[in-house]
């Protein structure tokens, strides 16, 4: 049966969490109601990227990109664009501070300036339908190394792509296999790190829900080609509606025998089995996620040996991060050559990042490794919101560092981030605006680390408590002349004493903030100030009495109490009942609200 | 669903790629039917049924069918506009099933314009 249009509908947890359900029954209805379905198909997708504009519909083959969908829309929509051919311009993309509408999705700059290497069908296919991958190109790979090229060729491929681990230290793919392929053993493994912990990021997940058989084939062809018949993805139990895609793709690949014994009657067993982790931080490190699978406690253990060579019950492990394993198949399908011209010297190939804080179009992006953070900032993400000026972007979750406006031009690599302070990590990219105290920011992310720690090791369970005491007192105007150095001191030992990287990668944060921010650390010690208004304990809530309008507003919205003043005549605040929750200056039209 | 063979990764490939080609947005050609009110009233969607049977039955994944409001000729109703790649637009009306068929073959397979049933070539000047 042949449709005319197809209704892509977002269907990733961002949007269902937005309504994305009780939209598609509306389209469904209303579909319905005017004889159409026949002609219009309805297609549920994974992400498409734009998640702050969620729900989306995306019409092909117009590709008119509907966003911000409510329910009552939608009637007016299926009369208008799917009956009447007239695309609907209320419903549609306006960049910040412009007019008009772009009605096409590859004219929205956003997508224009990203290319799709992991996230190649996302939007394209209905994750549920293993056809759909199959259509796309799916499983040739697959076919291809069984029938034309043997493990040391596929090895080989992969290592010429310089393709290298997405999901932190960036170790090169190739090379792990090579390790694992060396060691004789009669079972090996192959284990999908799904387990994406860090705040605010969501590669994985929208991998695995937009195309759940790029992973699947991935692990196939990683089985391959180091002698492995067990696939196990390692997937956190918050992941629900990504689990729930990945269990299905892998019965429906199973069903097609692309997955178990005699794959493709070609003589390859594999298959792949899901495990769900209760969600730790620290399941992420590969020995703590071995301890997790054999039914321990996930603490990170001493790795005197590779988990190429003993990993998993003892036997030889090849761990890879989701966005690692859906470029697998691309490059045995176009070669390590193309593969390679993508990027930059030493890194290949592109990089999904996602991108959440203070940016207009927070969501998810994948572009070229090099892409500076300029272009990422401000071509796709288009910015932050309300002028504000950009003050740091965080990359690589909370074992990563902040970079600086300063360097706003840096290339994103896994050196150059490195060398700033930073790391690539898996992807997570907070930006964060002039409004952001630098300290309070540190302070968050310890006490998450703090929080996250296994305690295993006593440099990262006390350490990194007593950084997030220290850095409390700071945000609380306790500082002490001495505290940066002490902190720097402890961070260094944190690093030198900790067993895993977790550990060793934790005091970073702080670490880039002393480097880049330390003028505004001096600040909350010496003069007992917060630059950006955020630390409580040095800041005090002031009403201009020559902007006030006596609207009375902030008056009547204060939850202390603390506003007084007589009608008509400009506000005060009383300092003693003043709980500097920020209502008033968020309420107040005239910007009459100030903060010293 | 039933174990397969290599073979049939194209058979599944071929067979799905003609319902889901159109998600790709790249065309040779559009086919726009003119689905205002006026163009419902008058039969549009008889020929926009035509016209879907007829793509598929053709095999035709390159040619995009999208609807498009009143095309301002409300007596001449049903019309289509036909916009091959690197050509002017063709107007056609007072349609059928039928003659939207024989459109199908003529000028979209063929190339050739049906004379019969064209109004205009080219397009009002639009600002």
Redesign the interface.
């Known amino acids: 049966?042949?449709?005319?249009?197809?209704a892509?509908i977002c269907m990733c947890t961002n949007c269902v969490s937005n309504g994305a359900l009780r939209i598609k029954d509306s389209l469904e209805a209303g579909i319905r109601d005017r004889g159409l379905q026949?002609?219009i198909q309805i297609?549920p997708t994974g992400a498409s990227g734009l998640c702050v504009r969620g729900p989306i519909l995306i019409v092909?083959?117009?590709?008119i990109f509907y966003q911000s969908l409510k329910v009552e829309d939608i009637p007016h929509l299926v009369e208008e664009?799917?009956?009447?051919?007239?695309p609907v311009t209320s419903l549609m993309y306006t960049p910040p501070g412009e007019k008009t509408p772009i009605p096409v999705i590859?004219d929205i700059p956003f997508f224009k300036s990203q290319r799709l290497i992991a996230l190649r069908n996302r939007g394209?296919?209905d994750p549920s339908k293993i056809?759909?991958y199959?259509?796309?190109d799916g499983?040739?790979a697959l076919?291809k190394v069984l029938?034309a090229m043997t493990p040391e060729q596929v090895i080989k491929e992969i290592k010429d792509s310089g393709l290298r681990g997405r999901g932190g230290a960036g170790f090169l793919t190739g090379r792990k296999w090579e390790s694992a392929a060396m060691h004789d053993a009669d079972q090996k493994f192959i284990i999908c790190n799904a387990d994406e912990g860090d705040p605010g990021a969501f590669m994985d997940r929208s991998i695995i829900e937009a195309d759940p058989h790029s992973i699947i084939e991935g692990m196939a062809i990683a089985g391959y080609a180091v002698g492995a018949s067990r696939g196990i993805v390692y997937i956190r139990t918050e992941y629900p509606l990504a689990i729930e895609t990945i269990a299905a793709a892998v019965e429906?690949a199973r069903?097609?025998?692309?997955l178990g014994e005699d794959i493709?009657?070609?003589g390859f067993d594999f298959d792949v089995t899901i495990f769900r982790g209760a969600g730790a931080f620290v399941c992420g490190e590969s020995s703590a996620m071995r301890a997790s699978i054999q039914g321990e406690p996930p603490e990170p253990s001493a790795k005197h040996t590779h988990a190429t060579e003993k990993g998993l019950w003892e036997k030889p492990t090849v761990l890879n991060n989701v966005e690692t394993l859906a470029n697998v198949p691309v490059i045995i399908n176009w070669g390590a050559k193309w593969f390679a011209q993508i990027g930059t010297e030493t890194s290949k190939g592109t990089k999904v990042f996602s991108l959440a804080g203070n940016v207009v179009n927070a969501g998810l992006v994948e572009v070229p490794m090099g892409t500076t953070l300029r272009e990422i900032i401000y071509d796709i993400g288009g910015g932050i919101p309300g002028n504000k000026a950009f003050k740091a972007a965080q990359t690589g979750g909370p074992s990563g560092g902040c970079v600086p406006a300063e360097l706003l031009d840096l290339p994103v690599d896994y050196e150059s981030l490195e060398k700033a302070g930073s790391m690539m990590g898996s992807g997570g990219m907070v930006i964060m605006d002039e409004d952001t105290c630098m300290a309070d920011v540190s302070r968050y992310f310890v006490d998450f680390l703090r929080d996250e720690s296994c305690g295993k090791c006593t440099s990262c369970r006390e350490g990194l408590n007593a950084m997030y005491f220290m850095l409390g007192s700071i945000c609380e105007g306790k500082g002490r002349e001495g505290d940066l150095e002490l902190l720097e001191e402890l961070s260094e030992a944190i690093k030198l004493a900790s067993l895993c990287q977790l550990g060793q990668t934790a005091p970073n944060l702080v670490l880039t903030t002393l480097r880049y921010f330390r003028d505004e650390y001096h600040a909350h010690i010496r003069e007992r100030r917060c630059p950006a208004g955020v630390c409580k304990a040095l800041i005090t809530y002031r009403i201009d009495p020559e902007r006030c309008k006596a609207c009375l507003l902030c008056n009547k919205s204060c939850p202390a109490g603390a506003i007084s003043g007589e009608k008509k005549k400009p506000q005060e605040i009383e300092p003693e009942k003043c709980i500097k929750c920020g209502v008033c200056r968020d309420v107040c039209k005239f910007e009459a609200v100030t903060v010293q | 669903?039933?174990?397969?063979?290599?073979g049939d990764?194209d058979r599944?490939?071929e067979?799905?790629?003609?319902?889901?080609h159109?998600?790709?947005?790249i065309?040779r050609a559009r086919v726009?039917?003119?689905?205002?009110?006026c163009g419902?009233a008058a039969g549009a969607r008889a020929v926009?049924?035509a016209?879907?049977r007829e793509?598929?039955a053709r095999q035709l994944h390159d040619v995009?069918?999208?609807?498009?409001?009143c095309a301002g000729l409300c007596s001449r109703e049903p019309m289509i506009t036909v916009e091959i790649k690197d050509t002017p637009p063709v107007k056609y009306v007072n349609l059928t099933g039928e003659k939207a068929r024989e459109i199908v073959e003529k000028h979209i397979v063929g190339g050739q314009i049906v004379s019969d049933y064209a109004l205009s070539v080219g397009s009002e000047r639009v600002l």
């Open positions: 049966m042949a449709y005319r249009t197809n892509m026949d002609e297609v092909q083959p117009e590709g664009h799917f009956l009447k051919g007239r590859r394209l296919i056809e759909e199959i259509a796309n499983y040739r076919l029938t429906q069903g097609y025998g692309l493709l009657e070609l | 669903m039933s174990r397969i063979t290599p990764l599944i490939s067979e799905v790629k003609s319902r889901i159109l998600r790709k947005g065309a726009l039917v003119h689905m205002g009110t419902i926009m049924i016209l879907i793509l598929e995009a069918l999208v609807t498009s409001s």
